[in-house]
């Protein structure tokens, strides 16, 4: 079976420091890979995603970026964080080319001070 | 893009109601997911459900494709069903990307 993990699960980051937030998938290949983003509040807003290696998509301009060195890992990135960035990221997964559901990994829970 | 609505955006209930969550699309759909999110923040994964009706345990679902909605039913609701009940839809010109409703915050009340 299919698992996602990311981490940290929680990180305290003060302003203008860099961040690297990671994901990997277990048990596929060729996954589609996604970053979200959970403001405070509800809303889910897509970031990033990737359909292979060293392919990314950017659905928001921002100071974040992402990489997919390899075919199951998902990197999210920042070289100078703002307060702006706090919130709850969540990376997931999907079979590529195809209809099928998104999975979601455990989330990591940023605050910028 | 698509829009997606949610309704109610907030739902109190005491423990042994029933409720009907609805989730409105404003375009044809490839898929169509409904997640509860725990107070962990852990998205869980409760029905894919791009048309038709779909059954686990107390929860169910149907989704009308044409009529652009679906509906999530909670039966017998328990305080641990208490949490955010999101719908998500991946549309024809989206290249298999969600876009999220705003969620229904459901508590539940012993």
């Known amino acids: 079976s299919q698992t996602i993990h990311q981490w940290p699960a929680t990180l305290v980051q003060p302003v203008g420091s860099p961040l690297s937030l990671e994901c990997t998938v277990e048990g596929t290949s060729n996954p589609n890979l996604y970053w979200y983003r959970q403001a405070a509040g509800r809303g889910l807003q897509l970031l990033f995603y990737?359909?292979?290696?060293?392919?990314i998509s950017s659905e928001v301009p921002q100071n974040l970026s992402a990489s997919r060195p390899q075919d199951r890992q998902f990197i999210l990135s920042s070289k100078k964080l703002l307060l702006s960035d706090s919130g709850f990221y969540l990376c997931?997964?999907?079979?590529?080319?195809?209809?099928?559901?998104?999975?979601f990994g455990p989330g990591t829970r940023l605050t910028v001070t | 893009g698509i829009q997606v609505e949610q309704s109610p955006p907030d739902l109190i209930l005491q423990e042994g109601a029933n409720s009907t969550l609805r989730c409105n699309f404003s375009d044809s759909v490839n898929n169509l997911q409904w997640f509860h999110q725990n107070p962990w923040g852990q998205l869980i994964n409760l029905f894919y459900?791009?048309?038709g009706t779909k059954q686990n345990g107390r929860l169910s679902a149907t989704t009308v494709a044409t009529e652009r909605y679906s509906l999530l039913y909670i039966s017998s609701s328990q305080t641990t069903d208490s949490g955010v009940y999101f719908c998500?839809?991946?549309?024809?010109?989206?290249?298999?990307?969600?876009?999220f409703g705003k969620g229904t915050l459901l508590t539940v009340n012993p």
């Open positions: 998500a839809v991946e549309w024809g010109g989206s290249n298999y990307k969600l876009t």
């Open positions: 990737s359909v292979g290696i060293g392919q």
């Open positions: 459900i791009p048309s």
């Open positions: 997931a997964w999907k079979k590529q080319w195809s209809s099928y559901e998104q999975y």
